[in-house]
């Protein structure tokens, strides 16, 4: 089995596993079996056209995380105001670490599924979570490397080696932070629910947490004054329940001497809360472990009642039986997956939240009314932003393995099986969050943003058609793992959510004339009917896409 340089490198504190009273021995294998398993894609009979691809993909796709790395650059190199800058940087950090936490690493810190296997070898329950715990940190210090590297060459240069020494300390602090204050949250949710609910309450909790990350990143910027390019910091006490401001602390401690009593308290926050915390974690591995079996537990499948909702949108907008049958399913998958209500309504919370955070922004320099007269209703295109990814996660399931259905199925016409599955998008997730925002963005514009937020829509249906075509890849809705979810190019990605931009211009354009937006919108109903007809048409024979 192969000897991998992370595991060498952990072994030089192979004596601190020991005092805590962990097994390294044990923790050693179970984590190079792990990274083994990262390095292998598990086969499918779906996808045996797909060529199968070598290596860890995740690691592959590290450059994503580089990229976004350099808009942290900026914030190291202008001026020496260590605590706005670095409380900047931090806060950064800390959302992509989190959302990542989040997304990618929560079912590994919740899996069951090895405990079957390990329960019956003589490990502990606190081997098997320092296990866990370890295997998603060594992942976590990919992403943070691959994340600050640049910034932080930078920040050598400009500042010097004890402002780097300084940044690796806290980055790892942070790692720590997240990790284990996150373990802690799961830890509350398992102790005080069990069975079918304690699934959905733990969906839930992510969800928000996604959310209340990306607010919290606001509050953050809104801690700190900012007049004619000039940064001011005054203390207030609730910024003591900001972490990213804890760490940018230190920097200002120690780099530039400022002794004041909320420094002070904020670098011993940022110290001595990740530690605490990792001890109390420790104490309570035994507890997270038992509580952990309640997702073992077999719960009744709750019947599933006839959604009346749902069957009138089909009479509405499904035009055959088979365009029916497959929106219902679709809209029921999106009801009951909890992995695709992980990856995706997290964007749905983001795309309500967005468009208020640029208006109070804009509050603190202009009035309501004055900004009712402007062309800030354009911030509703935010919903729009959210589609590629949707509508890419319409391929994926954790039930893929079901996908079998679907050739056995005596289906008519492949086109309906997306057709209905994008009308159920459109329907289940988009539109609620387009309607709220639009009453909301009506009572602030008035009535005559109406025509705007139709052409907003339709445009928004006209990016669904152009993503499912780019991102199609001859498969059924809801037939793939999740483990193929990484695949999609992340330029494809970006340029995708780049058409919102294009029409964002588009309609700027068309209200720059008398009239311009009525003939906007004859263009894009025309477009939408079009694109519906070339992307599905009616006519087409049966076939077997790639599973």
């Excluded at 991102?471 to 330029?491: H, I, L």
């Excluded at 029409?503 to 937006?517: E, Q, S």
Aim: hydrophobic share 55%.
């Amino acid at each position: 089995m192969r000897d991998f340089r992370t595991l060498k490198f952990l072994a030089l504190f192979k004596s601190v596993f020991i005092k805590t009273g962990i097994d390294y021995e044990a923790m050693q294998t179970i984590l190079r079996i792990k990274l083994t398993m990262d390095e292998r894609r598990v086969p499918t009979i779906f996808n045996d056209a797909r060529k199968k691809k070598d290596g860890n993909q995740f690691l592959k796709s590290l450059w994503i995380y580089g990229l976004y790395g350099l808009m942290l650059i900026p914030f190291i190199v202008l001026g020496d105001n260590y605590i706005f800058q670095m409380s900047i940087v931090f806060g950064v950090t800390m959302f992509i670490l989190t959302m990542t936490m989040i997304s990618d690493f929560s079912s590994v810190l919740l899996d069951v599924r090895d405990k079957n296997i390990l329960q019956t070898k003589p490990i502990s329950g606190k081997t098997i979570s320092a296990a866990k715990t370890v295997h998603i940190m060594i992942y976590m210090f990919f992403i943070t490397g691959a994340f600050v590297t640049i910034p932080l060459v930078v920040g050598l240069f400009k500042h010097g080696v004890f402002f780097m020494l300084i940044f690796l300390a806290e980055l790892f602090l942070v790692m720590l932070f997240v990790v284990v204050l996150t373990s802690l949250l799961y830890l509350f949710v398992l102790r005080f629910f069990d069975g079918e609910r304690l699934r959905d309450i733990i969906n839930y909790v992510q969800i928000l947490l996604s959310v209340g990350v990306i607010v919290g990143y606001q509050i953050l910027i809104r801690s700190f004054e900012i007049a004619d390019l000039n940064v001011t910091y005054t203390f207030s006490w609730w910024h003591v329940w900001m972490p990213p401001i804890w760490f940018g602390a230190p920097f200002e401690l120690l780099l530039a001497h400022n002794v004041a009593i909320h420094i002070l308290i904020f670098t011993i926050l940022a110290i001595c809360v990740p530690l605490v915390a990792m001890y109390g974690y420790a104490r309570l591995i035994p507890s997270f472990e038992r509580n952990l079996e309640k997702l073992m537990n077999d719960t009744k499948k709750r019947k599933q009642k006839r959604n009346w909702l749902d069957e009138a949108w089909a009479r509405i907008v499904c035009q055959s039986k088979e365009d029916s049958i497959f929106f219902r399913f679709a809209a029921l998958m999106m009801k009951q997956e909890r992995e695709f209500k992980l990856k995706v309504y997290p964007a749905l919370g983001m795309a309500v939240v967005f468009p208020f955070i640029f208006i109070v922004s804009e509050l603190r320099e202009r009035t309501l009314e004055e900004i009712s007269g402007g062309t800030m209703f354009l911030f509703i295109y935010f919903c729009n932003l959210m589609i590629p990814n949707i509508v890419h996660m319409l391929q994926f399931s954790g039930n893929y393995q079901g996908g079998w259905l679907f050739k056995a199925a005596p289906i008519q016409q492949v086109s309906s099986a997306y057709s209905g599955a994008l009308k159920a998008f459109l329907v289940k997730l988009y539109l609620p969050v387009f309607i709220l925002l639009s009453f909301v963005f009506t009572w602030l514009f008035t009535i005559r943003i109406l025509p705007d937020l139709l052409a907003v829509l339709l445009a928004a249906i006209i990016q669904t058609l152009i993503t499912y075509k780019f991102m199609n890849n001859g498969v059924y809705p809801f037939s793939q793992s999740f483990e193929f979810a990484q695949d999609a190019g992340a330029m494809k990605m970006l340029l995708l959510g780049l058409v919102t931009g294009g029409f964002v211009v588009a309609h700027v354009v068309a209200n720059l004339f008398d009239y311009g937006i009525y003939v906007y919108i004859a263009l894009l109903i025309g477009g939408v009917f079009i694109g519906w007809r070339m992307t599905f048409p009616k006519k087409q024979r049966a076939r077997n896409p790639g599973m």
